[in-house]
């Protein structure tokens, strides 16, 4: 059973930082696709950024500029820069991962809130 542990959310004020982090049990070379997902309150799961095993990566429009992915292969870990916190980037983000045979891992998530 592959464990993704996430860490580093918290609250934050319109402006602020935070990065969050994400730890699979599965090592790096076992996967092609590292995401972050994230889900507010009575919306759907949407997708924020991923980055492959070769190192590209995408964000979605509404972070772009302002929230980066990137990992750590030493750590076997990966981040979400997350800059210039809105309040509608509130809500709990899932990491996931997903292996060379097409199996998909999620994280516990973990809350962010940006209030003012």
């Known amino acids: 059973q592959v464990e993704l542990v996430e860490s580093g959310g918290g609250l934050v004020q319109p402006g602020g930082s935070l990065r969050l982090s994400c730890t699979p049990s599965?090592?790096?070379?076992?996967?092609?696709?590292m995401r972050w997902y994230r889900q507010a309150p009575g919306k759907e799961r949407e997708f924020v950024a991923s980055i492959t095993n070769v190192g590209i990566s995408d964000h979605s429009d509404s972070v772009k500029g302002r929230f980066a992915i990137s990992r750590d292969n030493a750590k076997n870990t990966f981040f979400l820069q997350m800059n210039s916190l809105k309040l509608e980037d509130t809500a709990v983000y899932y990491c996931?991962?997903?292996?060379?045979?097409?199996?998909?891992?999620w994280g516990q998530g973990t809350q962010v809130s940006v209030f003012s």
């Open positions: 996931n991962v997903e292996s060379h045979l097409g199996e998909g891992y």
């Open positions: 599965i090592s790096f070379f076992r996967l092609s696709y």
